[in-house]
């Protein structure tokens, strides 16, 4: 079985600063893309970033210049340091990462649980 399981969410003021864990367990062949997605209260869920096995990036404009995400493939880890919040920034926040487990032979996308951050004016 694979597991993510995310860490660091809480609530911060404003201009305030948080850092985003999500470490994948289980039996692992290979990770390809890992990424973190938010969804507000009453909202779809959207992207905020991505990052490719090789370190290529993407933000969505809304967080660009303020966060940054960043893996470390030995610790089958993304992070997301999230600095300069804003109260729009409130949300659940989710990691995902598409994963080849041993014996499958295509990745398969899987979610952690979620995590709150409250982001106070």
């Known amino acids: 079985q694979v597991q993510l399981v995310e860490s660091g969410g809480g609530l911060v003021q404003a201009g305030g600063s948080l850092r985003l864990s999500c470490a994948a367990s289980g039996s692992i062949f290979s990770i390809n893309a890992m990424g973190w997605y938010r969804q507000a209260p009453g909202k779809q869920r959207e992207l905020v970033a991505t990052?490719?096995?090789?370190?290529?990036?993407n933000y969505a404009d809304s967080v660009k210049g303020r966060f940054t995400i960043s893996r470390d493939n030995a610790k089958n880890t993304v992070y997301l340091q999230m600095n300069s919040l804003k109260p729009e920034d409130t949300a659940v926040y989710y990691c995902?990462?598409?994963?080849?487990?041993?014996?499958?032979?295509?990745?398969?996308?899987?979610w952690g649980q979620g995590t709150q951050v409250t982001v106070s004016s």
């Open positions: 995902n990462a598409d994963i080849q487990k041993y014996g499958v032979g295509f990745p398969i996308r899987y």
């Open positions: 990052i490719t096995s090789g370190g290529s990036t």
